[in-house]
């Protein structure tokens, strides 16, 4: 069966850095991109982005460049998102997704994790 | 960026009857390129309908997804139980991806 499962939740003090995994299961990993989508309290869904799970080439969204870094450990079939100097504003929720084969929509997605940034 | 606005933002319907949930698009959306998902709390979103009219694996056909250009539809045809959650749609036609904002199926 196919799965995302992501890492736990993280308390982190303004101006650190977070690194969130998702690994994927149950399917050819290198297959289909990886997308990473934002939900930050009472606010919809954001996409920040996607990483070719192939090449490792990164795409960031506007509002996602700079201190987001999209990254892959093939060997474990992850894809990571790291945030650095951390801000109040990055209290989210994060979550990847799975790209479908055949089309551009979301197939799988992780539990999502949730990020709180406090001093 | 295509902005999608969804409506009702909360939708009340008696299990057994009909559902149908507008999301509308601030521009054209390329090639119907537009999905709906269903999520329940403390779950991840699951993909319902994408290509704006295609099922999704494993979804029954009471869920049923038309529209094209900047207006949507999803609609449950004979609403069971655990049909009662948020609906979300999602453009990936151009980018940026965007997503409307939701709407609440609760039950009557």
């Known amino acids: 069966q196919v799965h995302l499962v992501q890492s736990r939740s993280e308390l982190k003090k303004p101006g650190a850095s977070v690194k969130v995994s998702c690994q994927a299961s149950?399917?050819?990993?290198?297959?289909?991109?990886m997308n990473w989508v934002r939900q930050a309290p009472g606010q919809g869904l954001e996409w920040m982005g996607w990483?070719?799970?192939?090449?490792?080439?990164?795409t960031y969204a506007q509002g996602f460049t700079g201190r987001f870094v999209f990254s892959l450990d093939t060997s474990v079939s992850t894809a990571y998102l790291q945030i650095n100097s951390l801000k109040a504003e990055d209290t989210a929720v994060y979550s990847c997704?799975?790209?479908?084969?055949?089309?551009?929509?979301?197939?799988?997605w992780g539990q999502g994790t949730m990020v709180t940034v406090s001093s | 960026e295509i902005v999608l606005t969804q409506s009702p933002g909360t939708l009340s319907v008696s299990p057994g009857e009909r559902a149908t949930l507008s999301c509308r698009a601030s521009?054209?959306?390329?090639?119907?390129?537009l999905a709906w998902y269903q999520q329940k709390p403390d779950q991840p979103p699951r993909l319902l309908i994408y290509?704006?009219?295609s099922r999704a694996t494993g979804i029954p056909d009471r869920f049923s997804g038309s529209g094209s250009a900047t207006d949507f539809t999803l609609t449950i045809s004979r609403l069971e139980p655990e049909d009662f959650a948020v609906y979300f749609c999602?453009?990936?036609?151009?980018?940026?991806?965007?997503f409307g904002q939701g709407t609440r199926l609760e039950i009557k």
């Open positions: 997704a799975r790209e479908g084969a055949l089309s551009g929509s979301f197939d799988i």
């Open positions: 149950g399917y050819t990993f290198s297959n289909y991109a």
């Open positions: 990483i070719n799970t192939n090449t490792g080439n990164p």
């Open positions: 521009q054209t959306v390329s090639s119907g390129f």
């Open positions: 290509g704006a009219s």
């Open positions: 999602h453009q990936y036609g151009r980018s940026p991806d965007t």
